[in-house]
């Protein structure tokens, strides 16, 4: 039963990270490269307006980096916002938290098998 809940929680977490938007403002190069339509190159004019500049005030600021016009930003608008943490470090921890969680789960089943196994040998030794 835990291990039913367990998924379930998980398939939420990973759903709800799904459909977060990176942060403008905190995310890493690698973060907003992956970014659909967002490549190495626009990534750095992001982290580099965003040293020059300060933090971005809202997605429309985006208008103001190298490569960016108003098509661009509506249509990737959707993926980003200026606050909160960045869905890329939020599956990451995500996956990250889902191993170590597993590993105790691993260990505990792995343990009740061999308590089993044990237990089911001396039944059969009492009943000799």
């Known amino acids: 039963m835990k291990k039913i809940l367990l998924v379930v929680a998980m398939f939420f977490?990973?759903?709800?990270?799904?459909?977060?938007?990176?942060?403008?403002n905190t995310a890493t190069k690698d973060e907003l490269?992956?970014?659909?339509?967002?490549?190495?190159?626009?990534?750095?004019?992001?982290?580099d307006y965003r040293q020059k500049n300060g933090s971005f005030k809202s997605v429309d600021d985006l208008k103001n980096v190298k490569g960016f016009g108003d098509k661009t930003v509506e249509k990737m608008r959707s993926e980003?916002?200026?606050?909160?943490?960045?869905?890329?470090?939020?599956?990451?921890?995500?996956?990250?938290?889902?191993?170590?969680?597993?590993?105790?789960?691993?260990?505990?089943?792995?343990q009740a098998?061999?308590?089993?196994?044990?237990?089911?040998?001396?039944?059969?030794a009492d009943k000799k």
């Not at 916002?81 to 792995?110: Q, R």
């Not at 098998?113 to 059969?124: G, H, M, N, V, Y």
């Open 13 to 24: 977490a990973f759903v709800g990270a799904a459909f977060a938007a990176v942060n403008l």
């Open 33 to 47: 490269d992956s970014v659909k339509g967002i490549g190495p190159a626009k990534a750095q004019a992001i982290i």
């Open 80 to 110: 980003f916002t200026v606050s909160g943490g960045s869905s890329v470090a939020a599956k990451k921890a995500d996956k990250a938290g889902a191993k170590t969680e597993d590993k105790p789960a691993k260990a505990a089943e792995k």
């Open 113 to 124: 098998k061999k308590e089993a196994k044990e237990a089911e040998k001396k039944a059969k």
